[in-house]
């Protein structure tokens, strides 16, 4: 079983509509939860991230963690084909804060 | 400005050959890593160092040597080359005292292909 479990899609949707992606983790150690977003041929870069539980709001985008399911969820409104990228969750432990373990992306496709 | 770069962006050779990729950062970061990307996107870090120093060495066959020759630069050199190395290569680094020690920033990436 893989630490860091994500659907790899693809997941279409039209433009306007409430995106919701998902990933399961394995290791209770993990306190920093990320989501990147990674557009075709470009890398990753950090979208969103949050420490511990709770919520997180950024504009249209809100990360939610919660640590007693081990399940983290990125919700992005009012999407915009603009959005149409891989989002990677990603986590690390507080001990091996530099050692990141990311899930294998969900691809996402915002249609006009 | 780019932060993070890599050369080559495309590398196609044969099986069997030995070839490096090279990364630098110009972020004045201490912390930089090796990625491999397979093609369902799986995004699995290879090494890293802090400050030319080896802190991760995953389960990486001995044909992939990492070189750090100093704190902005860091090289990867692949023996031996297999069908199964070609994937996408990123490099990334970090700020471990920043505010967020765990964002990476990642360069474009080179894409290995072994025929």
Redesign the interface.
């Known amino acids: 079983q893989k630490e860091v479990e994500q659907d790899p899609g693809p997941l279409s949707v039209p433009e306007g509509a409430i995106v919701s992606l998902n990933c399961t983790y394995s290791n209770s150690a993990f306190q920093y939860f990320m989501w990147y977003r990674q557009y075709s041929r470009k890398g990753p870069e950090l979208l969103m991230y949050t420490y511990s539980s709770g919520n997180k709001e950024d504009g249209r985008f809100t990360a939610q963690v919660d640590k007693s399911s081990k399940y983290i969820s990125l919700f992005i409104r009012d999407s915009q084909p603009s959005d149409s990228a891989t989002y990677l969750c990603a986590m690390s432990a507080p001990s091996s804060a530099s050692k990141i373990i990311f899930g294998s992306g969900t691809r996402l496709s915002i249609r006009p | 400005d780019t932060a993070?770069s890599q050369t080559p962006k495309y590398l196609v050779t044969q099986m069997g050959n030995d070839k490096s990729i090279k990364c630098e950062q110009n972020l004045g970061h201490d912390?930089m890593?090796w990625y491999k990307q397979d093609s369902?996107?799986?995004?699995?870090?290879m090494f890293?160092y802090?400050n030319k120093e080896l802190?991760?060495n995953e389960t990486v066959p001995n044909r992939f040597s990492p070189k750090s020759p100093d704190k902005a630069h860091l090289n990867l050199h692949i023996n031996s080359l297999e069908l199964g190395d070609s994937a996408v290569y990123?490099c990334?680094s970090?700020d471990?005292g920043a505010v967020?020690?765990?964002?990476?920033?990642?360069?474009?990436?080179t894409r290995l292909t072994v025929t």
């Open positions: 993070v912390t890593y369902k996107k799986f995004l699995k870090i890293s802090n802190i991760i990123f990334a970090s471990p967020l020690p765990y964002e990476q920033y990642f360069g474009p990436g």
